[in-house]
């Protein structure tokens, strides 16, 4: 497997830059994945990567080499496609072996490099079997497993589990990992679901507008988001983006109408204007006030067995927060939010 060097790239749709100046760099053996919602460019910057989209302007290199201007089949991909695009005229033997083939490789090679993807997916006993006699996650294995065995130097997929239920789709993701990790591929993965990036990936790259607005390692991302766009789409639910006031002594943020926070943002003055973004496990409730507290009433209770989520209105701000399973709280209850000051962080 190769390391990918992505510089410069964009490209446009009339006036619309669908993917605006990205400059990416992937080592060997690499799992990254593309996250962000519908339109931000994610699936275009992988057809690109891939040739099936020309670019405007840019360099792709492929282990050093420049493949920019070469053909998908030059350049030594292997893609998984979101609507599992295996071939119903084939078995699924012919489905996986179709690229080993087209590379010209011979009768036993193919056979044992079948087989051992075959394996790998856990699908030896379908190679018989035509595709329209397949559950939906067996056909994305075959897909999956038709990826792997062309041995290409970088493997793309673009939304693979999209199509399958949550039970499925939750099982096909630990494998992908298992896989991806033992076949030690190069591997760039595109979703809109953060639970897949941040469970999957070994870096996640977000995307707004075309660009690359933040790059880390999941951990990084979710407790340090570089901005209130990445804060509020990273995490189930989403952080809590709370507008403040630095306090006239400088010694905390007033929030939520009459809510304080211990916490300033480096180098702020009293009277600025800022955003403090808090994670929902992040946040205690009690049922009196402190110096540091927000006062709220409970807005919404909901169960969802491990834990339960609250919304609690805040000065007319909801606040969402997590808490046991076994907490009672009562909607129309008033209840005080506390933050330990290291975990608030400030956005903009």
């Keep these: 497997m190769r390391h990918l060097q992505v510089e410069a790239l964009t490209k446009t749709y009339g006036d619309m830059n669908a993917v ?26 992988l ?13 792709i290199r492929i282990g050093g080499a420049d493949v920019t201007d070469r053909k998908p089949k030059d350049r030594n991909i292997s893609m998984v496609f979101q609507n599992y695009a295996v071939f119903p005229h084939l078995t699924v033997a012919k489905n996986i072996a179709f690229g080993l083939e087209r590379q010209k490789k011979g009768r036993q090679e193919i056979a044992e490099r079948v087989r051992s993807a075959a394996e790998l997916l856990h699908i030896e006993d379908l190679l018989h079997r035509q595709p329209n006699s397949l559950s939906g996650g067996q056909r994305q294995r075959v897909a999956v497993a038709r990826a792997i065995a062309y041995d290409a130097d970088l493997l793309l997929m673009d939304e693979p589990l999209s199509n399958l239920d949550a039970l499925l789709r939750l099982e096909m993701r630990a494998e992908l990992k298992r896989l991806v990790s ?6 760039i ?28 390692a999941p951990i990084e991302i979710y407790n340090d988001p570089a901005s209130t766009f990445v804060a509020g789409f990273i995490g189930n639910p989403p952080m809590n983006l709370l507008p403040g006031r630095v306090l006239a002594e400088g010694t905390g943020v007033e929030v939520a109408g009459e809510g304080r ?21 992040n946040i205690a409730v009690a049922d009196t006030s402190g110096t540091w507290s927000i006062p709220g009433r409970v807005f919404v209770v909901e169960p969802l067995g491990s834990h339960n989520i609250i919304t609690v209105d805040a000065g ?27 975990k608030v962080r400030w956005l903009s």
């Design 261 to 281: 926070i211990g916490a300033v943002p480096p180098a702020s003055k009293p009277g600025d204007q800022v955003t403090a973004g808090i994670r929902a496990e």
């Design 47 to 59: 057809r690109c990567i891939a040739g099936l989209e020309e670019i405007d302007a840019g360099t």
């Design 316 to 342: 007319g701000e909801l606040i969402r927060v997590s808490v046991g399973a076994d907490h009672a709280a009562v909607v129309g209850g008033d209840v005080y939010l506390t933050v330990p000051p290291e």
């Design 20 to 45: 605006d100046d990205v400059t990416l760099e992937i080592e060997a053996q690499e799992f990254l994945v593309l996250l962000g919602p519908s339109g931000c460019g994610k699936s275009t910057l």
């Design 182 to 187: 033992e076949i030690k591929a190069t591997v």
């Design 189 to 216: 993965y595109v979703t809109h679901d953060q639970t897949e990036a941040l469970s999957m990936g070994d870096r996640v790259a977000v995307m707004e507008r075309g660009r690359i607005v933040q790059l880390g």
